[in-house]
C-alpha cells in the first residue's frame, strides 16, 4: 500500500513550492497595481461615477456636503473627467455597487492607500461614510488587486491622509479624520514592508493632508499657505522637495485648485475656472489638464478626492 505521507499533499514527489513574494506576483497571479511615489506617470485609477444616491439629500449637512448637486450636471463633469484620464493613458475602472450606494462614495480616494505590493483599506472617520469600504474592498476583489490590510477597532483612518515622501517614506496625517489608532495601524504594516513613516498633525479646520499638500514631480511639493506646520515644512524639505505655496485662498477653497492629480512629472489634472492657480502652475513649468468640476466641490471634494490611485510607475 501506498504511503499517503509521502504523497505532494504532504510536500513529497509532485509538491511545488510558492518561492516568489507578492510583489513578484503582480500582473501574474494578481492584477498589476503599486504605487510608491507621486509624481511618476499614472496608470491605472478606480472611480465612482455619482447617480441615484444623490436624489435622496434633503438637507446637505446631513451627508457632509455644501449644497445638493444636481446629477445631471455632476454626472457629466464625472464623465468628463473620466474621459481626460483615458486621454492621458490611464486606465479606468469603476465601482459597481448593485446596491444604490451611499451619497459620498465618489470621493474614493478617501477609501483606499495604494502601498506596492497592494491596498490598505480605509475606515473613515465619519458616520454618513461608515461601509462604504465594503464596496471598494468587492471591488478591489473583482479586479484582482490584493488587499493588505484593513483598518479595524477604533482606528479610522483615510487614504486622503497619506502621501510618499519617497518609495521609502510615507507622510501620515493625524487630524480628524485619521485618528492616532488609525495612523498606527497603517505605520506598522508599512513598517513590515521596510517602509518609514512619518506622522505630522492636520490643524483645526482642514479635512484632509491632500486639500493642503499635493506633489508635482519628485521634488516639488505645493502647499497651502498657513496650513501646514514649520516641522512638517522642514520634514518635506529634508526630503528634498521645495515647498512652494499656491496663491489665491478664494481659488484654493472654493475652485479646489489644489486638489488635482499628478499625471506624470510636471504634469497635472487639475480644475478649470482657477485661473490665478494656473498661471503659478504653469510659471513653475507644469503642464495642466484642465476639467471643470464645478458641480463636484458643491459635494465638498475635488479631482483628487475622486480619485482612487491604484497604480504608478
Known amino acids: 500500500m501506498k504511503d499517503r505521507s509521502k504523497g505532494s499533499p504532504y510536500g513529497g514527489k509532485g509538491w511545488s513550492p510558492r518561492e516568489r513574494s507578492?510583489?513578484?506576483?503582480?500582473?501574474?497571479i494578481w492584477s498589476s497595481c503599486g504605487v510608491n511615489n507621486e509624481w511618476n506617470r499614472l496608470r491605472k485609477v478606480l472611480l465612482h461615477r455619482p447617480g441615484i444616491e444623490l436624489k435622496r439629500i434633503s438637507d446637505p449637512d446631513d451627508v457632509q456636503m455644501i449644497e445638493i448637486p444636481s446629477i445631471e450636471i455632476i454626472t457629466k463633469q464625472h464623465d468628463n473627467l473620466a474621459e481626460a484620464f483615458r486621454n492621458s493613458g490611464v486606465t479606468v475602472s469603476y465601482l459597481e455597487p448593485n446596491v444604490t450606494p451611499p451619497p459620498n462614495l465618489m470621493f474614493v480616494a478617501d477609501l483606499l492607500f495604494t502601498t506596492p505590493e497592494g491596498?490598505?483599506?480605509?475606515?473613515p472617520?465619519?458616520?454618513?461614510?461608515?461601509?462604504?469600504?465594503?464596496?471598494?474592498?468587492?471591488r478591489l476583489a473583482s479586479?484582482?488587486?490584493?488587499?493588505?490590510?484593513?483598518?479595524?477597532?477604533?482606528?479610522?483612518?483615510?487614504?486622503?491622509d497619506a502621501a510618499w515622501l519617497n518609495p521609502d517614506t510615507v507622510m501620515i496625517s493625524v487630524g480628524f479624520r485619521t485618528n492616532k489608532e488609525g495612523a498606527m495601524q497603517v505605520s506598522s504594516h508599512l513598517k513590515e514592508m521596510g517602509i518609514e513613516s512619518v506622522k505630522v498633525d492636520l490643524p483645526s479646520g482642514s479635512m484632509h493632508l491632500m486639500g493642503d499638500l499635493r506633489f508635482a514631480d519628485q521634488d516639488l511639493a505645493i502647499c497651502r499657505p498657513g496650513r501646514l506646520c514649520d516641522s512638517t515644512l522642514e520634514i518635506l524639505r529634508e526630503h528634498g522637495f521645495s515647498t512652494l505655496f499656491a496663491p489665491d485662498e478664494a481659488e484654493i477653497a472654493t475652485g479646489l485648485s489644489m486638489n488635482f492629480v499628478t499625471l506624470g512629472p510636471k504634469k497635472i489634472l487639475t480644475a478649470s475656472g482657477n485661473p490665478n492657480t494656473q498661471r503659478f502652475y504653469e510659471e513653475l513649468g507644469l503642464k495642466c489638464h484642465l476639467v471643470n468640476i464645478s458641480e463636484v466641490t458643491k459635494a465638498a471634494g475635488g479631482i483628487g478626492c475622486l480619485t482612487g490611485i491604484l497604480?504608478?510607475?
Do not use: Q
Open 22 to 28: 507578492l510583489k513578484e506576483e503582480l500582473g501574474d
Open 119 to 123: 491596498m490598505i483599506l480605509s475606515r
Open 125 to 138: 472617520a465619519s458616520s454618513v461614510r461608515a461601509g462604504e469600504e465594503r464596496f471598494v474592498a468587492a
Open 143 to 160: 479586479l484582482g488587486i490584493p488587499i493588505l490590510r484593513s483598518i479595524h477597532g477604533k482606528g479610522t483612518f483615510e487614504g486622503a
Open 311 to 313: 497604480e504608478r510607475e
